[in-house]
């Protein structure tokens, strides 16, 4: 059974820097010969990893809300050059918008049930949602509206 992680985005602050980081981070990693897959890099090795690398995604919150996902191809721990534990994130670069919901800041990450993930957002499924803006989408999130 897939199993996800739920993680607050920081920097980007919609969908669209969120597509135009990684395609600045890939076209910069292939000018100089490194990996060019995405990735997010983070201090502590998920438990259940197992149940999530090839298999889950990592869903982002991004100003107050759950607001996309990507699948997570491969978890990859590794020890920095300052000596210190830390695991890869090995990211699709296919970002997928999902259903907004309200979410409250945390630290870290979280697991995320199937169950509990929002669907993806496409036309067949969520009508003219799909279609607004994501800065409008938000503010209905944040009103209580959808």
């Not at 197992?50 to 995604?57: D, M, N, T, Y």
């Not at 259903?99 to 409250?104: D, G, K, M, Q, S």
């Not at 993930?117 to 036309?123: E, G, M, T």
Request: charged share 25%; with cysteine; net charge neutral.
């Amino acid at each position: 059974m897939a199993l996800h992680l739920l993680k607050l985005c920081v920097g980007p602050a919609s969908i669209g820097e969120l597509e135009a980081r990684i395609a600045g981070h890939r076209e910069v990693a292939l000018s100089v010969g490194a990996d060019p897959r995405p990735s997010h890099v983070t201090r502590m090795v998920p438990k259940r990893a197992a149940s999530i690398a090839g298999q889950g995604s990592i869903y982002w919150v991004m100003k107050g809300a759950l607001s996309c996902r990507q699948p997570i191809l491969a978890i990859e721990p590794f020890t920095g050059t300052d000596g210190i534990d830390r695991c890869r994130l090995v990211l699709d670069p296919a970002v997928t918008p999902v259903a907004p919901r309200p979410c409250r800041p945390f630290q870290g990450w979280r697991y995320l049930e199937p169950a509990d993930a929002p669907p993806d957002l496409d036309r067949l499924s969520a009508g003219d949602i799909a279609e607004m803006p994501e800065s409008l989408r938000r503010e209905l999130v944040a009103l209580g509206l959808i």
